[in-house]
Nanobody
Framework: QVQLVESGGGLVQAGGSLRLSCAAS???????MGWFRQAPGKEREFVAT????????YYVDSVKGRFTISRDNAKNTVYLQMNSLKPEDTAVYYC??????????????????WGQGTQVTVSS
C-alpha cells in the first residue's frame, strides 16, 4: 500500500523558515511529485512540482524566490524548503505523487496519491 508521510510543519514567525519532508513508501515513485496547500475556508492550491529526475521545477507565483522543492530518489523523499515565510503561507501542506511518467503536475487531477498533510502556521 502506498503511503506518503509529511513532516516538518510547525509554528514560525514571519520571516522564518521551515523545511517540509515527504517520505514515500510502498513503491518507488518514478514520476513527478508536488506540494499543495489548503488554508481554512479555501480550496487546495498548487505550490510546487518537481520532475522525476529533479532537473525541472515549477512554482506558483506567490512562492517563487522563497520556496524550493527538491527530491532524493534514493530515499524516495521530496522536500519543500520554505524561507521568508509570510502569514498568508499559513495552511495545511500536502505532498502528492503521481504514477504517470515524466513531466510536471500543477493541478490536483495530475496526482494519484496524497499525504495526510502537515500544518504550517506563520505568525505576524
Amino acid at each position: 500500500q502506498v503511503q506518503l508521510v509529511e513532516s516538518g510543519g510547525g509554528l514560525v514567525q514571519a520571516g522564518g523558515s521551515l523545511r517540509l519532508s515527504c517520505a514515500a513508501s510502498g513503491r518507488t515513485f518514478s514520476s513527478y511529485m508536488g506540494w499543495f496547500r489548503q488554508a481554512p475556508g479555501k480550496e487546495r492550491e498548487f505550490v510546487a512540482t518537481i520532475s522525476t529526475s529533479g532537473a525541472s521545477t515549477y512554482y506558483v507565483d506567490s512562492v517563487k524566490g522563497r520556496f524550493t522543492i527538491s527530491r532524493d530518489n534514493a530515499k524516495n523523499t521530496v522536500y519543500l524548503q520554505m524561507n521568508s515565510l509570510k502569514p498568508e503561507d499559513t495552511a495545511v501542506y500536502y505532498c502528492a505523487a503521481a504514477n504517470r511518467g515524466n513531466g510536471l503536475g500543477i493541478t490536483i487531477n495530475h496526482y494519484d496519491y496524497w499525504g495526510q498533510g502537515t500544518q504550517v502556521t506563520v505568525s505576524s
